[in-house]
């Protein structure tokens, strides 16, 4: 039996299609940046784990990959991904961009009904309202999404502002089991340090590369040497791999004269030294590894869609 009665403690999936926000939202909620965010489809790779601590409940967040039809081993590892994550929830928190249509799609539709197979409630959440004038646009939208089975409540929401995240937690709340903490009280995410530094990478080559070169990219950190200090001294030694499929993405990668790398580079170890609260040492490899997209073996390794 649980210590306290009316603490609550359960797993919330969020579910969605590409950029739509999901990750802003869990960064927003947490306060912290535990998923990286670009303007860039199939940013997140992975399911992040964020956890949200209060004195009365404990909300774990599935940041689950953007669920894409495309075809290809890795985005099939990416859609089992979120499947995963939706039969796990307690909650399913479904994030709608309502700047970029007024009505559901098929594609939301199907999502939310993988989401109603959990047997969980769904939160529909209607992000980036701040783009949307005037706000009695989105009442058919509401009204709509009402009818669908699962579907609990609609919440409008701004995460890049915060402008209804009050609301959504407390609707989240209301709907998590009793039960005692699944994690400890000082912790807001499971992901590792050398995990999160790698994504850091991966968020530089997102933004900084053209549209076709990204997606093709894997970031492996292969040496992580924390040699911190109590008072905030000391220095990380961070080493890793940037795995492209072809020779003529290894020379967009490094740039003329090996300009580029050290741009994003750069730019990496800035947000690694905000992450870790010390100097950084980063250094980063590029090697081509052609069929990596299509080689379970590599996706394994690489920690997509895991």
Known sequence: M????????????????????????LNRILGEKVSIVTP????????????????DSQVIFLDTPGYTERSGDMYKRMRASARDAAGDADVVVFVIDASASEKLTEHDRRLLAMGAESGAPIIVVLNKVDRVKPKDRLLPFIQDMMGVQGVAVVIPVCARNGDGIDPLLQEIRERLPVGDRLFPEDIYTNASERFLCGELVREQLLLQLRQEIPHGTAVVIETFEDARDEDGGGICHVEGRIVVPRESHKVIVLGKGGERIREMSTEARINMEKLLGSKVFLRMFVVVHSDWMSSPGALEEYGVGT
């Open 2 to 25: 649980t210590e306290n009665a009316s603490f609550r403690c359960g797993t919330v999936t969020l579910l969605g299609q590409p950029n739509v926000g999901k990750s802003t939202l």
């Open 40 to 55: 860039k489809p199939q940013t997140t790779r992975n399911r992040i784990v964020g956890v949200l601590q209060a004195s």
